[in-house]
């Protein structure tokens, strides 16, 4: 089985087409991408990219796992929305209080 974080960087080098520019998204370096994607191909036991001058093209069995990596991706996104939503204040609070109690307990004088 692979590393779910490998699909990080498959999903990255997909819609960038290369090694540096997907580093740079990522705040990598291009060698960092390269071992992540041949760490999930040698973990599925396939190659997913085709290199090329332009850049990389994806494989059919690249094309076959983007559709479960960009589920997968949505999935997560959404968890993080709804975790963050749930333990963020939803707007301002004011508290109103005397000049003598607000100079002396408040946080923000």
Known sequence: M???????????????GRLLTAARRLNTTHATVARHIEAIEKS???ALF??????????????A?????????????LAQEGITQSTAPLGKIRVGVTEGLGTSFSPVA
Do not use: C, I
């Open 65 to 77: 796992l983007l559709k479960h990596a960009e589920a997968m991706e949505n999935v997560a996104l």
């Open 50 to 63: 085709v290199q090329h001058a332009q850049g990389y093209e994806m494989t059919p069995a690249g094309e």
């Open 2 to 16: 692979f590393d779910w974080n490998d699909l990080r960087f498959f999903l990255e080098l997909q819609r960038s």
């Open 44 to 46: 599925l036991g396939t």
